[in-house]
T-cell receptor, first 117, second 115 residues
């Protein structure tokens, strides 16, 4: 089955540590996205990538980093510079503009809940 | 910049009753509009989408939405709610012009279904 996987489902981090959240897709999508979800705030875009080896900052990129070395993978690192990292993190993918898509329906993974101890 | 407003943070509805969730957007051109649903602790699932054409859009799970340009709205409806419809619902607007096809999400509406 095609889809998006995120791991781990739950992640605990001590203050001052960097952690990396995994996101893999087998939909052959060009574009991938990372969102942060906090109660009552909807989804906020952290980073997005339209093509391998390229990515752009979203609305709340400070304290986060990403890489896009492979089309199917878009890991997110939450660094110690992120002041309040406890949240639910969602990864998404879409066909992307470069694929000639006429719209941008995004498909979501199941999410990772990160808690800072 | 585009924006999305979901005026209702929380809605309680009886099982079997009708449901309407409001969504208002701010966008200069013709928007691409989406409704997603999220069960607790899960990712988002697409319910329906609007790009052009018929302004009444049918989706999965018996949901429909109507695009009204004059009111900048894209409200979601279901004639008869089931207990399994209890979830959080997000409206989103997207564009392809200069913003890499990003989506802007509303804050969400939590739906509680009572027996």
């Amino acid at each position: 089955d095609g889809g998006i996987t995120q791991s781990p489902k739950y992640l605990f981090r001590k203050e001052g540590q960097n952690v990396t959240l995994s996101c893999e897709q087998n939909l052959n999508h060009d574009a991938m996205y990372w969102y942060r979800q906090d109660p009552g705030q909807g989804l906020r875009l952290i980073y997005y990538s339209q093509i391998v080896n390229d990515f752009q900052k979203g609305d709340i990129a400070e304290g986060y980093s990403v890489s896009r070395e492979k089309k199917e993978s878009f890991p997110l690192t939450v660094t110690s510079a992120q002041k309040n990292p406890t949240a639910f993190y969602l990864c998404a993918s879409s066909m992307g503009l470069l694929a000639g898509a006429s719209y941008n329906e995004q498909f979501f993974g199941p999410g990772t809940r990160l808690t800072v101890l | 910049a585009q924006s999305v407003t979901q005026p209702d943070i929380h809605i309680t509805v009886s099982e079997g009753a009708s449901l309407e969730l409001r969504c208002n957007y701010s966008y200069g051109a013709t928007p691409y509009l989406f409704w997603y649903v999220q069960s607790p602790g899960q990712g988002l699932q697409l319910l329906l989408k609007y790009f052009s054409g018929d302004t009444l859009v049918q989706g999965i799970k018996g949901f429909e939405a109507e695009f009204k340009r004059s009111q900048s709205s894209f409200n979601l409806r279901k004639p008869s709610v089931h207990w399994s419809d209890a979830a959080e619902y997000f409206c989103a607007v997207g564009d392809l012009a200069g913003s890499w096809g990003k989506l802007q999400f509303g804050a969400g509406t939590q739906v509680v279904v009572t027996p």
